[in-house]
């Protein structure tokens, strides 16, 4: 494939129609927020975009990010976005191995110093940089190396936004997440674990059509994916409003799809576009499957209670703590009152019988 | 009576303060008093001031540092700094002020010019602090820090030393009594042993209001029961819980406890007075630390059982448009709200209510020891407007009550503000619609 | 510490210590209070203790006709604030499920459009209340430190409800944090406060009507 080949050659090589297209753009328009005018611009742009070079670091990560972005049930738009991009490096999907694999991350590093994107999944080990190693050589060497020449790093999944699950208590390996290591450079979370595909080339089309990376929310996340919560968009959020409530995955609540607040949905406090977006070419999504949101695409989501555990709970053991409490109050109030009573009678004990010269001071009688 | 041994200084008892009133005394009074009622009450209180609105001296002068709650304020800081752990930490730290001299000196006005101890706000707060309670407690602490208004110490030495606050001896009853007996045809029994009833007077009432003994004179005899007047304790009034000093308002309450001892009666009749009922009825045993062997009655609870039992016999009925003033003691400590309604409707037709009565009555303005307070006579005065109020919506012609200090108080503002109204008292007005004896 | 650490901290350690301090402090107070005694009432007594201390607790929840009448504003702006607090503290759904987490006790909730009511009334009636207070000659009179610092404790959980509720200004989790610490900071100012009427007017009322009651006085 020419490296000049335009996104237009490319969908149109792989048999994708100008209808199909025009559609795809829309559909990013609109998740990118821009205005239905907008949806040429996009198209016109895309279709001019050159084929950027893209490195793509996987560090302790499960694959699944990858997964997500490739294990389509049926070859999509999102994917072949890929077929545009100049993949240099990927370990799960290119064929080069070894020192080939290398030796091709460091020629697109040199060809397009300044220019190419980095994409990171998975967290990085610094606790001991032994516990991941590429080509023997420590994540966290290789992130600072390749992301020096990177015009943007895009951080795809929890793990690489925000260290996710390596990074749950107690963090054996000293995983943390890209924004750690890397300072000088620009940085897109786009967390979620796996992140929504849709969402993942939406930023890559971002890069493609503007030529930067999207407004960041406070999270660096893109605020135009990641701008309202689950639990706003939810097609239950109805009976959340009226007090509808399931009380087990087999009540009768459950089986007329009432909210699932109480079974521990984390819809409220997670940033993600799972209900406007949706999973499996826009089947469904968690919540419609029957499962509260456990806010995967938030920090630390492993350690935010417990995923059946309501969020408006305390996650200590309170009960028992009170209890405690209780006894040490009674205790401590006994013994403070016991106290003031016994100051109480001592001081009647020696209580002065008052007589009518005494009703005024010395010196006024 | 032995009144040098009161008066006198027992040596070595100035171990612990010397004599006479002093702070240290006064807070120590403080601390003897303060329990778990008050405790909870200050610790209930939200600053609401709705007490401030069941209280006539703030209604008629809108003064908010006569707000019930407010008069407290020094006992409050005794509490906390002695009897909470973070006031006595504070204390300790120095971050508590402490409950000075001069301070009460300061609220010597709010404790007793400006609280007559009628009790209303008691019974409107909405967190249910029991206010009057904690202010008679609170002139305990007072009483002994010497700042009890010059009136009441008066009072209270004419009492303990005389016999009498208003300075009133056996000789001015005994001539009372002759009166009485020429008057009404009947003996006035004296020192009767083993009489059912004692009959004891508030000083006002052999001064001022001869006519209750007459009245009493005479309904006794028609109702056929045997009574008796104590040479020794006739006295009914207590300056000692008015002032708020407890030793002295037992040594005058244990008079009346010996001579009814002595006398043998079964019951001793609280005259129409609001605070002797209160000393006598439920604060003395517990002053003197024991039961009473006998019974004792408000003069109206009396009159309405002789009603009930057939030993009242009544005539002829007054038409005048007239109303009853509720003396606060009797309705919010006593309950004795429907007894004179009862009674007056026997004798009178045209009876009409106060807009607030019974227990939630107005009171007349010079209870718990404020008539016998000479500075506060104008405050009183302002305050009596809220009678004056509730009588002006009522335009009656005549006012009955059961309480002296009441109709002593209520004719001087009657008096002060020109008004045209008699008073009467309800067992005055009952012995003159008495049957004619056959 | 980034919101949703804060947020993990004030829903565990920082909860469990403002239980502590609530639990503790309340139960401390009420013994220190009811073992200061009272000395038993020798006199006879005209009627008993307990059926009108019990009748009082409940009857002092009305105003006698003179106060409301005297009064108003004070009344119905109180009873507005208690019931809209009330309704929002015990009838949303997430703090049933709290109430649910300690007692086992569940009770049906009020459709969300009516707790949200009522937390803006409930507002309101604090602002309209605080506003009150500084107006009216006795409330300003009366009121020192304290009584304006609970009122800010009072009013900040309920405002951080509403603006988590409705997701104004910050993030969920970020105001839900907010929300949870100013519950905290009322559980631990209530002990030291006069936040402590919400129990002692029980103890206070029931002396006042048993006081009462054994005098024969109706309350």
Redesign the interface.
């Known amino acids: 494939m020419p490296v000049e080949t335009t996104l237009a050659d490319s969908l149109c090589a792989h048999g994708i129609s100008r209808r199909g297209f025009l559609k795809f753009c829309t559909m990013l328009a609109s998740l990118m927020a821009l205005p239905p005018s907008a949806v040429p611009a996009v198209a016109a742009a895309l279709e001019k975009a050159k084929r950027p070079s893209v490195i793509w670091l996987s560090f302790q990560e499960c694959t699944g990010c990858t997964e997500s972005l490739t294990r389509s049930a049926a070859p999509t738009i999102e994917s072949l976005i890929f077929n545009v991009v100049s993949l240099d490096y990927h370990h799960t999907l290119q064929a080069a191995s070894g020192e080939g694999a290398e030796a091709a991350r460091h020629q697109a590093m040199q060809e397009n110093w300044g220019k190419y994107l980095c994409v990171v999944d998975g967290s990085i080990p610094i606790g001991n940089p032994g516990y991941s190693t590429i080509a023997g050589v420590a994540n966290a060497d290789m992130l600072r190396e390749t992301a020096e020449g990177a015009a943007a790093v895009v951080a795809v999944g929890s793990c690489a936004a925000f260290g996710g699950l390596p990074y749950a208590d107690p963090n054996p390996t000293g995983a943390v997440p890209v924004s750690e290591l890397v300072t000088d450079k620009p940085i897109v979370n786009v967390s979620g674990c796996p992140p929504i595909p849709v969402v993942i080339s939406g930023v890559l089309a971002h890069f493609l059509i503007f030529g930067g990376i999207p407004e960041l929310d406070t999270l660096g996340r893109p605020r135009v994916f990641y701008g309202q919560t689950i639990h706003d968009r939810c097609y239950r959020r109805p009976f959340y409003d009226k007090g509808l409530f399931a009380r087990s995955f087999d009540d009768e609540g459950a089986k007329r799809g009432w909210c699932l607040y109480t079974l521990g949905c984390k819809g409220p406090m997670t940033y993600n576009a799972c209900a406007t977006a949706k999973w499996n070419q826009g089947t469904s999504f968690p919540i419609e499957a029957g499962h509260g949101c456990i806010g995967c695409s938030q920090p630390n989501f492993w350690d935010a209670g417990g995923f059946y555990q309501p969020l408006s709970l305390p996650t200590g053991a309170v009960t028992q703590t009170a209890a405690y409490a209780a006894a040490a109050g009674a205790a401590a109030g006994l013994a403070a009152g016991a106290l003031y009573r016994r100051h109480k009678h001592a001081r009647q004990a020696v209580h002065e019988s008052v007589t009518v010269d005494d009703l005024e001071k010395p010196d006024k009688s | 009576m032995n009144t040098q041994a009161l008066t006198d200084t027992a040596p070595g008892t100035a171990a612990v303060a010397p004599r006479g009133a002093s702070l240290e005394r006064g807070r120590h009074a403080f601390l003897e008093e303060i329990d778990a009622p008050i405790a909870s009450f200050f610790s209930s209180c939200v600053r609401c001031g709705l007490c401030a609105h069941a209280c006539l001296f703030y209604t008629e002068t809108e003064d908010p540092r006569y707000t019930p709650i407010h008069k407290l304020e020094p006992l409050r800081r005794m509490w906390r700094q002695e009897y909470t752990f973070w006031g006595k930490l504070a204390k300790r730290v120095g971050l508590a002020k402490p409950v000075t001299d001069d301070e009460l000196a300061a609220w010597s006005e709010l404790v007793y010019d400006s609280c007559t101890l009628c009790g209303r706000c008691s019974r409107v707060c909405p967190v249910g602090n029991d206010i009057v309670y904690m202010v008679r407690r609170m002139r305990e602490g007072m009483a002994a820090a010497g700042h009890a208004p010059a009136g009441l110490v008066r009072a209270t030495r004419n009492a303990i030393l005389n016999g009498s606050p208003m300075g009133v001896k056996l000789v001015t009853l005994e001539a009372q009594i002759r009166h009485v007996e020429k008057e009404t045809g009947l003996t006035v029994p004296l020192d009767q042993v083993g009489a059912e009833y004692l009959a004891i007077f508030s000083s006002m009432e052999i001064v001022n209001y001869p006519e209750y003994i007459a009245a009493l004179t005479r309904i006794f005899e028609q109702a056929g029961v045997t009574w008796t007047i104590s040479s020794e304790a006739f006295e009914a009034t207590n300056a000692g819980i008015q002032i708020g000093q407890s030793d002295l308002a037992a040594e005058l309450l244990s008079r009346i406890v010996k001579a009814a001892e002595k006398l043998k009666v079964k019951t001793v009749i609280s005259p129409e007075c609001g605070h002797a009922y209160l000393a006598l009825r439920w604060e003395g045993p517990n002053l003197l630390k024991r039961a009473y062997p006998f019974q004792v009655k408000h003069i109206l609870e009396l009159l309405d059982e002789l009603r009930a039992a057939g030993k009242l016999r009544l005539r002829d009925s007054e038409d005048s448009r007239l109303t009853f003033h509720d003396p606060c003691q009797l309705v919010r400590q006593g309950g004795v709200v429907q007894e004179p309604r009862t009674l007056l409707k026997l004798v009178a037709s045209d009876i009409v209510e106060m807009n607030e009565t019974g227990v939630m009555n107005w009171c007349c303005g010079g209870g718990g020891g404020v008539s016998a307070i000479e500075r506060a006579e104008n405050l009183r005065l302002k305050a009596f407007r809220r009678k004056k109020t509730q009588l002006d919506e009522l335009g009656v012609e005549m006012l009955v009550t059961a309480c002296a200090n009441c109709r002593v108080v209520l004719e001087e503002g009657v008096d002060a503000y020109n008004m045209e109204l008699p008073m009467v008292g309800l067992t005055e007005l009952l012995a003159e619609h008495l049957e004619e004896r056959p | 510490m980034?919101s949703?650490?804060f947020?993990?901290w004030v829903?565990?350690?920082a909860?469990?210590a403002a239980?502590?301090?609530?639990?503790?402090?309340?139960?401390?107070?009420?013994?220190?209070?009811?073992?200061?005694?009272?000395?038993p009432?020798?006199?006879?007594p005209?009627?008993g203790e307990w059926g009108p201390g019990l009748r009082?607790?409940l009857s002092?929840?009305l105003?006698?006709?003179?106060?409301f009448r005297?009064?108003p504003v004070?009344?119905v702006a109180?009873y507005v604030f208690h019931i809209g607090f009330f309704i929002t503290l015990f009838l949303s759904?997430?703090?049933i499920?709290?109430f649910h987490?300690?007692?086992g006790l569940r009770w049906?909730?009020?459709?969300?459009?009516l707790v949200d009511a009522s937390a803006v009334i409930t507002l309101l009636a604090l602002v309209f209340l605080l506003a009150y207070r500084l107006a009216?000659?006795?409330?300003?009179?009366?009121?020192?430190f304290e009584?304006y610092f609970?009122w800010g404790v009072t009013l900040l959980p309920v405002l951080t409800g509403y603006l988590a509720y409705h997701?104004l200004r910050l993030?969920?989790?970020a105001l839900?944090a907010l929300h949870?610490l100013a519950v905290e900071l009322l559980l631990v100012a209530f002990p030291?406060t006069?936040l402590?009427?919400t129990f002692?007017?029980f103890?206070?009322?029931?002396?006042?009507?048993a006081?009462?009651g054994r005098?024969?006085?109706?309350?």
């Open positions: 980034n949703v650490d947020l993990q829903r565990g350690p909860f469990d239980v502590v301090i609530f639990v503790l402090g309340v139960i401390f107070r009420l013994f220190g209070i009811l073992m200061l005694g009272k000395k009432d020798l006199a006879e005209r009627g009082t607790v002092r929840s105003p006698d006709r003179g106060t005297r009064e004070t009344v109180g759904a997430p703090h499920e709290l987490a300690w007692f049906p909730a009020l459709p969300t459009p009216n000659p006795v409330r300003r009179f009366l009121s020192g009584d609970v997701h993030p969920y989790h839900l949870i030291f006069h402590m009427h002692t007017l103890v206070a009322r029931w002396y006042n009507g006081a009462s005098r024969g006085v109706v309350s």
